[in-house]
Each structure stands twice: as C-alpha cells, then as structure tokens.
C-alpha cells in the first residue's frame, strides 16, 4: 500500500509538471579559438589525432554558446538521490564532461581512462576540498559532495590546462548547453521560478551569470533564452 501510496504522489507530480527549453546565445565579437598544447605529456599528445580546443568559450556560427549551466531555483524536491553516479573522466587529458551539476550526496565516480598520471584537486569553497593522484594504474575513485555549492572547479595539477566544472543541487532541474546553446529540463512542478544561467570566467570575458523569472505550466513546454555579452559581470 505504501508503495502504491508513493508512486501516485510520483505519478501525480509528473502529471502537473513542464519542460522548459532554451538558447543561451553571444553577443558581440567572438574570439578565435584556442587549443591546448600537450606536447609537455607524451600520452596527452598521442591521444588525439588533430588539436584539441579549449572548451572555456565555445560557439557555434550563429554564436550559440556551449557548456552553459542552467538551473531552476526554489523547487521542492523530495525525492531520493539517484543510484547512477555522476561521472567524472580524465579521457585525454582533458575532464568529460566540462561542466555539469550533481545532486547532493550522489555518488561521483572519477575516472582515469589515459595512461598517464592525474592529480584531481577540488577548489570547492564550501564543500570540502578534495587532491589526490590517479596513476594510470588507477582507473576509478568514488567521491561525493555533501553540501549545496555553485559552480566550482576541479582541476590536474600535472596538467595545467585540465579543469571541469561542477555545482551541487538538491534537485535534479538542471541542464548544461550542447553545441548549438540549447538547453532542455524536464519534469518541473508547475509554478513561478527563478532561473539561474552560468558561464565560467576566463581571461578576457568576465563570468556570465543572470537570472529570470519563468512560470512554468503543467503539460507545456516554456522558452527561456539568455543573451551573454563581452564584459558582462556576474550578476542576479
């Protein structure tokens, strides 16, 4: 009966629930990508038959923007933590993937699929930090983060240019940007929300962070874009 009971509180949440879509797009002028030299790794080097491109800033040619992360904020959530881990891989010499959010307390499975030596150090601020080494001779390593947290990164000590980055949840609305700058999320119970969209910072564009308000319906889909300019701070 109990079982019963929690499957049509699951079944109803779903049913009173909508997706929310959208494009996070550039604006402004772009810069040229740059790749990542490897030569320093021999391993790193040979695992890729052409140039490997920094995946800080990647657009497509209608200046979409990849590796946004996009989160609702203020749903309620009750449900258990998924059993599937996140992943975290070190796959020639570079972090797959390069942005993503986890759920607290779910298992996050770190990886080593290269034949070289990575260090994985954790730069979390309120989460505890984490650094250790993964030989080659050492493929997996569980880990996992206990307290709500926005994105941070974790990078290779060995290998300067690898870094991924991650933020903590409590829910599971939360998406990342393919290719083309399109997000999709799935299953939000219908009410008003703040959504949040980020991108990390580098060298010569600040960080991107702004937030909208989106009234999400049951049984439909909502469109949500954002727009990041050059010299934008973060912000909400």
């Not at 903590?168 to 799935?186: K, L, M, S, W």
């Amino acid at each position: 009966m109990f079982k019963v009971f929690i499957s049509s509180i699951l079944v109803l949440s779903i049913a009173f629930s909508g997706t929310l879509v959208g494009t996070v797009s550039f604006e402004g002028k772009t810069k040229k990508p740059r790749s990542i030299p490897m030569d320093a790794d021999p391993v790193c080097g040979a695992s890729h038959g052409e140039k490997v491109m920094s995946e800080s800033f990647v657009v497509d040619k209608d200046k979409n923007l990849k590796n946004v992360l996009v989160w609702v904020e203020g749903v309620n959530y009750n449900n258990d933590v998924p059993k599937e881990p996140a992943i975290i891989d070190q796959k020639g010499c570079v972090y797959v993937p390069h942005v993503q959010g986890i759920l607290k307390g779910q298992k996050v499975l770190i990886k080593n699929s290269d034949a070289t030596l990575h260090n994985i150090h954790s730069m979390a601020k309120i989460n505890n930090q984490f650094n250790f080494a993964m030989p080659k001779v050492v493929k997996e390593k569980a880990t996992t983060f206990d307290k709500l947290e926005e994105p941070f990164y974790i990078k290779c000590d060995v290998h300067p240019w690898m870094k991924t980055w991650v933020s903590v949840f409590d829910h599971p609305f939360f998406a990342t940007t393919d290719e083309n700058g399109n997000y999709q999320i799935e299953n939000i119970p219908a009410g008003t929300y703040t959504v949040v969209a980020w991108h990390e910072m580098d060298s010569k564009f600040k960080g991107f962070k702004e937030a909208k308000t989106i009234t999400i319906t049951k049984d439909e889909s909502s469109n949500l874009s954002f727009k990041m300019k050059k010299g934008d701070k973060h912000k909400k």
